[in-house]
């Protein structure tokens, strides 16, 4: 079963606008991530949250993690029509095994 | 650097008819993974491999099998498809168990 729970399923903004996408989780973890997906593509590894953080930067992107809440959000700052994709978080524990949401659909529009 | 490549890219079955995608990695990644993806429904961990030489079940595995040929390659196989294995299919690789690193995917139609 999925561990992972985007919200919202879809979100459509501006250009030069900020997207706020949130998840949440089940059970405890070692390490949340956010991948971006583009229409017809493979997902690609956006950023790396490990338990003890609490907040991460990576040029655009900001990741916070709440493990007291089983929550993360990721804030796309200053958006462009290239952010124009699907995104994911995924989880892990101890076991190499991955667990993806649904994921978010972001339009940017120009 | 290709990183992660699938083939084929596109297929059409027939109900009971069988296949194998391919997946080959030039990373050199202990890692390996099989995922399925349906709409709403984020991806679904068919099978991995943690290591050359081993291979477990995830989350779907029933209808499929799999065998981690070397380091580089990784296949799926449906020995015989059904239509709810209408799907696409990514496979993915890791050198550290965490980052996963996807290939463009197998868009599998079965009739």
């Known amino acids: 079963s999925q561990q992972g729970e985007e919200d919202p399923q879809a979100l459509s903004i501006q250009e030069g606008e900020n997207a706020t996408m949130n998840c949440s989780y089940k059970?405890?973890?070692?390490?949340l991530q956010w991948y971006r997906q583009n229409s017809g593509r493979g997902l690609v590894h956006l950023i790396l949250?490990?338990?003890?953080?609490r907040e991460k930067h990576s040029g655009r992107l900001r990741v916070t993690l709440d493990t007291s809440k089983k929550s993360s959000s990721l804030l796309i700052t200053a958006s462009r029509a290239a952010d124009t994709a699907s995104y994911f978080c995924?989880?892990?524990?101890?076991?190499?095994?991955?667990?993806f949401g649904a994921g978010t659909t972001v339009t940017v529009r120009a | 650097n290709a990183g992660v490549t699938q083939t084929p890219k596109f297929q059409v079955l027939k109900t009971g008819q069988s296949m194998t995608l391919q997946c080959a990695q030039d990373m050199n990644h202990n890692s390996m993974y099989w995922y399925r993806q349906d709409p709403g429904m984020g991806l679904r961990l068919i099978y991995y491999s943690a290591s050359e030489g081993t291979t477990d079940k995830g989350e779907v595995p029933n209808g499929y099998n799999v065998s981690r040929l070397n380091k580089r390659e990784f296949s799926l196989r449906l020995e015989s498809a059904a239509p709810s294995q209408t799907s696409v299919y990514f496979c993915?690789?890791?050198?550290?168990?965490?980052?996963?690193?996807f290939g463009a995917g197998t868009r599998l139609s079965v009739l």
């Open positions: 995924a989880t892990d524990k101890d076991d190499y095994k991955l667990s």
């Open positions: 949250i490990r338990s003890n953080e």
């Open positions: 059970t405890s973890i070692n390490n």
């Open positions: 993915a690789s890791s050198g550290d168990g965490r980052i996963q690193y």
